[in-house]
């Protein structure tokens, strides 16, 4: 895994385990994982969510950040730059959101609630940007041009999650009081339930009802049993 003429493959998030099992030095395993975790181009499964818990659970109480500064090579032309427990928290547990605690995730995955706790982290988080951002004037943002930085809560517009949780604060408070409360189970719920969203699928349904109550009985005997072959 260092510096080659090649690029290394990344392994998998199970690799790395069995890896921290042996003899490689702790501080550059838990470093490797998460660099595995945040580069996933899809959710995690639940067996990986696992991995998780067993890497936080068993690694991270283990780990002993060297004194002097280091550099791991994910690959040729990736590094990961680690000085203290601090950095790599910085860099890897607070992207799962600034209320996520490792020792809390350990405790809710054996009460068979690891992935509804990052989720709930993750929405907690959003809730907080959206109250320090404040809701959005008219539909547009409060703040001037000036004053947007680079940060990715300050992305307004789309389906950028803090933004649509400024809509929902603006639309309904009490509502807003809720999402932050874990009450949805994702910010588009919230946001779709004060009707800052359109629920696409509802619509659709909505459709297919209409056109039912169109149907002649052939026609409806014909639709069943297609569905019963779908």
Known sequence: MRTSDKVSPLPDLGQVVQWAEGDMPHHECIVLFFEVWWRMDKQPAMAEYGL???????????VEWPDSEFKWWVNKYDSALITKHETFKRLYLDRFGKFFDAAEYVCSYEEGKGKLYIKKAEIKSVCAAAREQGAPINGGDRKSKNQIDNSQTENKGGNDPVYLARRVLAADPMVFERLERGEFRSVRAAAIDVGVVK??????LDTAKSVWL???DEERNEFLSWVSEV
């Open 52 to 62: 998780l818990y067993k890497i936080l659970k068993e690694l991270l109480p283990k």
């Open 199 to 204: 629920d696409k699928t509802k619509s659709q």
């Open 214 to 216: 169109k149907l002649n």
